[in-house]
């Protein structure tokens, strides 16, 4: 199996910019997707692939990736951003198997 | 609207079993696999396993390989996921979610959890 690694928390000031990372060799052979869960909610899908954005989702939102290492990025941060965000990907042993991050709590200041 | 719909909370004492079943509606029940996803209180998204509802077949993670099943019920667009010999660590929110496949503009393909049920609560102790 294979592990993704997450910073545990991140904090931002109102309006600019953070990235959320996300790393692990998973990553290498498959992309990652990341999600955004709020207090007492499920998790919702905020970026797939390597910056695509489900409907709904503000342009504000966008998405990286390079060799182990895939980022989350929140430009022009609101304070309805703050929440936990999850990355994770397929396993890259090959079989049919998922794995997450440990999630990063953001705060906006 | 396309939506998961999961069954209540329970409470169970270690060495019980529990069954979280998680009903889909709004779009073609076999077209798309399900994932089962637990978060114990505080903790982060775990995931443990996935089932095909066209064929049935099933994956799990190896930490809960021997003790979870999944299993569909195509009738009722149905998924349920059974844990068995329950310990308190069990005790978490168990959530469903639909596996997607998006495509982009050079027909990469993509998979990531688009659905989520709304969570089911398992508290176990004695």
């Known amino acids: 199996s294979s592990e993704l690694t997450q910073d545990p928390a991140v904090s931002v000031a109102l309006g600019q910019t953070v990235r959320i990372t996300c790393q692990g060799d998973s990553l290498r052979s498959s992309y990652a997707s990341w999600y955004q869960q709020k207090p007492g909610q499920a998790p919702i899908l905020v970026i797939y692939g390597r910056d695509n954005r489900p409907s709904g989702i503000p342009e504000r939102f966008s998405g990286s990736s390079s060799e182990n290492t895939a980022s989350l990025t929140i430009t022009g941060t609101q304070a309805e951003d703050e929440a936990d965000y999850y990355c994770n990907s397929r396993d890259s042993s090959g079989n049919l198997r998922w794995v997450f991050g440990g999630g990063t709590k953001l705060t906006v200041l | 609207q396309v939506q998961l719909v999961q069954s209540g909370a329970e409470v169970k004492k270690p060495g019980a079993s529990v069954r979280v079943s998680c009903k889909a509606s709004g779009y073609i029940f076999t077209s798309y696999s399900m994932h089962w996803v637990r978060q114990a209180p505080g903790q982060g998204l775990e995931w443990m396993g996935i089932i095909n509802p066209h064929g049935g077949g099933t994956s799990y993670s190896q930490k809960f390989q021997g003790r979870v099943t999944m299993t569909k019920d195509t009738s009722t667009s149905t998924v349920n996921m059974e844990l068995s010999s329950l310990r308190s660590e069990d005790t978490a929110v168990y959530y469903c979610?639909?596996?997607?496949?998006?495509?982009?503009?050079?027909?990469?393909?993509?998979?990531?959890?688009?659905?989520w049920g709304q969570g089911t609560m398992v508290s176990v102790f004695s």
């Open positions: 979610a639909r596996e997607n496949s998006y495509y982009d503009s050079l027909g990469m393909g993509f998979d990531a959890f688009d659905i």
